[in-house]
């Protein structure tokens, strides 16, 4: 009875303990410039620059777009706009890599014509997805640690954006 008793406090115990931190390396590759359209994203690091950029100027300077950044990032307040038939043709022009954040329609609503952001379907667990256009579609998924959403996630998920781009 003794052992019994000793395998259930040292099992709650174990239970009840706190689960390992784990640590996510912040971005170290070579200086980015990116192109947000919506609100700046909330990241903290000299390698990465934000400027503005409307979908205005994609629809009408999406010749310069490439030369000034090296990927947009679409942020979660744009998204049902992004999805708009008129920028379909856009993405698939650009030269460098369109990220939607906090998005889980995947890249189909952004490329697929007469789709509507609202009507696509949820299609999985990601944060963001990615496209990018060399001679064929190229997709990107990012999702988060253990899908599960805090500031260190989210953060550790641009990190691992920051590398693809």
């Known amino acids: 009875m003794k052992g019994i008793s000793l395998f259930l406090i040292m099992f709650l115990l174990a239970a009840c303990s706190k689960e390992k931190s784990v640590e996510f390396p912040p971005y170290e590759g070579k200086d980015v410039t990116i192109g947000v359209i919506g609100e700046q994203p909330d990241i903290d690091s000299d390698k990465i620059l934000f400027q503005e950029l409307s979908f205005d100027e994609l629809l009408h300077e999406s010749e310069s777009i490439p030369k000034r950044f090296d990927a947009i990032f679409i942020m979660p307040e744009e998204l049902s706009e992004a999805a708009d038939d008129e920028l379909a043709e856009i993405y698939k022009q650009l030269t460098i890599p369109t990220i939607f954040i906090d998005s889980r329609k995947d890249a189909f609503p952004f490329v697929t014509e007469g789709v509507s952001f609202e009507s696509a379907p949820d299609m999985g667990q990601g944060y963001a997805s990615g496209i990018l256009f060399i001679g064929n579609l190229r997709t ?16 550790a998920t641009y990190t691992a954006i920051f590398d693809t781009i």
Do not use: S, W
């Open 140 to 155: 990107y998924e990012f999702g988060l640690y253990n899908d599960i959403r805090t500031e260190k996630t989210i953060k």
